[in-house]
Nanobody
């Protein structure tokens, strides 16, 4: 089990940048792949990015590819989401979540129900 706490959200102008952090507690952080999701009001939770246990493999939603970068530091038990060239449509509550490494596959990493632990979310608001 891991407990997750996101931080780093805020209000930013379109074209700006933010870096989200997700700090984990628990001894087994490096056993998990990690993902970022987001949810805007009235919308379903949407996959943003995922990273495998070592950080060597990453995947992105088409909507953020080339603008967002997911990374992790297992020594610090933290996963990051660097968000550049932000757009108004990126406005949402952003969540990190842990994924059993065995579920780190194209068919499953975008499915919220595959993730076992979630943080409380951090709000990102992009003004146009």
């Amino acid at each position: 089990q891991v407990q997750l706490v996101e931080s780093g959200g805020g209000l930013v102008q379109a074209g700006g940048s933010l870096r989200l952090s997700c700090a984990a507690s628990g001894r087994t952080f490096s056993n998990y792949a990690m993902g970022w999701f987001r949810q805007a009001p009235g919308n379903e939770r949407e996959f943003v990015a995922a990273i495998n246990w070592s950080g060597g493999t990453t995947f992105y939603a088409d909507s953020v590819k080339g603008r967002f970068t997911i990374s992790r530091d297992n020594g610090k038990k933290t996963v990051y989401l660097q968000m550049n060239r932000l757009k108004a449509e990126d406005t949402a509550l952003y969540y990190c979540a842990s994924l059993p490494q065995g579920a780190f596959a194209i068919a499953t990493m975008k499915v919220p129900d595959e993730y076992t632990n979630w943080g409380q979310g951090t709000q990102v608001t992009v003004s146009s």
